[in-house]
């Protein structure tokens, strides 16, 4: 068969498999232009939430798609949502920190650069759970305070994520006490890395196993986390009680005290560290007095810290990506700008790294 006309011209691209055709038209046939194409990628790029609502530039698009600068903007200039669609709207969306020094984690860069990229506007609230005590009543004041139109809450306790989750303003909850409410949230699943770190220390001989959380996750009862590890020693024939999981006010001279006290009667021979913050200044406390890991005392980090790759010995801890997460929470913003009631609540895998902090209980 004979085409009359232009040769074909033919494109694929390896990174998006798109693929553009150029054939003079045939009688009764309509091939359509390359712009139209991507045009079509595009738009339905959009209504996947690829792009968050927000395309990115023609030499990003350009690059990304593998065509011509000049197709991408004959594409951009052809794009139409479909009849019905809600177009999506930039969102002002505010950050409710754990804490103040939460602006420094990889991830929360990440995720507001991703949404200001995106189209959003990130707002930092004045304060802080921990500045505001996990207290709803001064959470609500502070809230009432700041126009926007959604909120990330970073490790919220059960109440506050209640109260959040009862408000018109959407949130989601990124870690935290969030099983028990109906609120958008994303998280790593923990728990079975936890028990995998439990049972190896149980496996080394350690019966003096302490739980060192912030309150949130023992106020006003130990959260399903908690409860599981100290199921798991009993299981095995440990006494469990208030030792296992003591009481401090999640300060850092809280811990401090918190510490000595644990020490100065019944040392534990292995601790579970809830934070990378609270794990680092718990080695540099004991360290001082002498108390090191894996010799005087196993170590295991119940969370991730990109910083861990630096340390020698390896820190033992639960790992976990956080791009999934970030990935999770720009898509909830992009439905949220299209007007969706989105709500659901996701987990992602976390895994137990046995590193070099931890051993056998001296002595055997």
Known sequence: MSLSGKEISCFCSSTTGLQLEQISPVSGLYISSGG???AAHLREGLLQGRWSGVLPGRKRLAAELGVSGKIVEAAL?????????????PLRVALML??????????IVELQHLLIEAGHQVIFAPHTLSDLRMDVSRVARMVGKIETDAWVVVAGSQEVLRWFAAQPTPA?????????VSIAGIGPEHLPALLAAVRKLLELGHRRIVTLVRP???????????????????AKGIAVGPYNLPNWDGTREGLYRCLDSLYQLTPPTALLIDEAAIFTATQ????RQGILAPQHVSLVCCDSDPAFDWFEPPITHIRWDSRPLVRRIVRWAHNVA???????????????????????????
Request: net charge positive; aromatic share 4%; glycine share 12%.
């Open 36 to 38: 139209e194409q991507v």
């Open 77 to 89: 200039g052809g794009i139409a949502m479909p009849e019905g669609t809600t177009k999506p709207r």
């Open 98 to 107: 754990h804490e103040a020094n939460n602006t420094q984690l990889h991830y």
């Open 172 to 180: 989601m909850a990124l870690f935290g006490r969030r099983r028990a």
């Open 216 to 234: 949130e996750r023992r106020i006003p009862h130990p959260g399903r986390l908690e409860r599981a590890i100290l199921a798991e020693m009993a």
């Open 284 to 287: 540099q406390h004991l360290a």
């Open 338 to 364: 299209r007007g969706k009631n989105d709500r659901r609540a996701s987990f992602t895998k976390a895994e137990f790294l046995e590193g070099g902090t931890i051993g056998p209980v001296k002595g055997g």
